[in-house]
């Protein structure tokens, strides 16, 4: 068989070097030069086996800070019903929430679909922050039935949504539809979260209805494609 390219040969290298722990999760790599120097190799061979990591999300870039070892994948189970400080915190991590606007605003095409009201309809629109560990990891965009939750936007948004809805409104969460796909993050979802433009990522988009059937709720979440793995449990 013919050998692997250099850069795919370095690449492994560079793993051997996160599993055995001599670059630990959350670690910064030695700048390019070092590595360089360290493997014998040109930087143009070097940015290849970095680039190959990133895409595999075993590294990651900061921007201005240079590359870093991505900490392990968070588990989201789109079939437990649980907020992002509980599915984050039960897996030993730290959860913190900023939330960066909040504002009553027409609906998008896709939030009026999603939510079933005319394109235009005033809703409440929320936009928050999610890290772990203190690195920002998810943008979140939320549109909400502004007409149906009086006085909602004068809440606490930094804390789980339906919980809120429990405790002030009597509604449940009933069922809740989700699409995801690979995205690349740009323009607001890449500034927001502090990567180059174009660097990939995973949108999730939500659905969510009370039990009456209302969709009370659509959400678009934009992760760090390094950050997050989907846990999906079927009954057979």
Not at 41 to 51: I, K, M
Not at 99 to 112: G, H, I, K
Not at 168 to 177: D, I, M, N, Q
Request: glycine share 8%; charged share 25%; hydrophobic share 35%.
């Amino acid at each position: 068989m013919p050998e692997n390219p250099l850069y795919l040969q370095l690449r492994g290298r560079l793993v051997d070097l996160i599993k055995t722990g001599e670059l630990p999760p959350a670690s910064r790599l030695p700048g390019e030069r070092l590595l360089a120097e360290r493997f014998a190799t040109t930087r143009v061979t070097l940015r290849q086996a970095l680039t190959q990591l990133e895409s595999e999300g075993l590294i990651h870039r900061r921007n201005r800070r240079g590359w870093f070892v991505s900490p392990r994948r968070v588990e989201y189970s789109p079939n437990h019903d649980q907020s992002f400080d509980q599915y984050v915190s039960a897996q030993g991590r730290h959860p913190q929430t900023e939330v960066l606007d909040v504002r009553r605003q027409p609906a998008t095409a896709e939030a009026a679909q999603a939510l079933g009201i005319a394109c235009g309809q005033v809703t409440l629109h929320v936009k928050r922050r999610r890290y772990i560990d203190g690195r920002a990891v998810l943008l979140e965009r939320i549109w909400l039935r502004d007409d149906l939750l009086p006085g909602l936007a004068e809440g606490d948004f930094s804390t789980s949504l339906w919980q809120r809805l429990w405790e002030e409104y009597g509604l449940a969460l009933a069922r809740k539809s989700l699409r995801l796909y690979p995205t690349a993050l740009t323009g607001d979802e890449a500034e927001a979260l502090g990567v180059h433009s174009g660097c990939a990522g995973l949108c999730v988009t939500r659905v969510t209805h009370d039990r009456e059937g209302r969709a009370l709720e659509y959400d678009e979440d934009y992760w760090l494609h390094d950050a997050i793995c989907l846990r999906v449990e079927v009954a057979m």
